[in-house]
């Protein structure tokens, strides 16, 4: 199983980006999906998931309103919307994939797959 993160960029505060993950070995509704965030000298931490189905999804406080998760079953895509962007989103971005249970966890000890990261820079 492999995971392609793309979108990243560098963008103005306010501005959006939507990144995409494309998940390739196995058809994406075997997993549920988490995207997570890493910034220099930080932990990394989870900022949505999204169930197998796609009926279910959670956002952390801090992107609550400003991202959307979603996922295409038939593309075998997932995405993150992002949206009203802010320089404490500077990260990079990784795409997770959890393969047992239906539904995302917030632990990335959870996720068995994950992609390579795509940089996101907000400048102010």
């Known amino acids: 199983v492999q995971l392609q993160a793309s979108g990243g960029g560098l963008v103005q505060a306010g501005g959006s980006l939507r990144l995409s993950c494309v998940v390739t070995g196995r058809t994406l509704s075997d997993f549920a999906m988490g995207w997570f965030r890493q910034a220099p000298g930080e932990e990394r931490e989870f900022v949505s998931g999204?169930?197998?189905?796609?009926?279910?999804?959670y956002d952390v406080d801090s992107v609550k309103g400003r991202f959307t998760i979603s996922r295409d079953n038939a593309r075998n895509t997932v995405y993150l919307q992002m949206n009203s962007l802010k320089p404490e989103d500077t990260a990079v971005y990784y795409c997770a994939a959890k393969r047992s249970g239906v539904y995302y966890s917030t632990r990335h000890s959870m996720y068995d797959y994950w992609g390579q990261g795509t940089q996101v820079t907000v400048s102010s």
């Open positions: 999204i169930s197998w189905s796609g009926d279910s999804t």
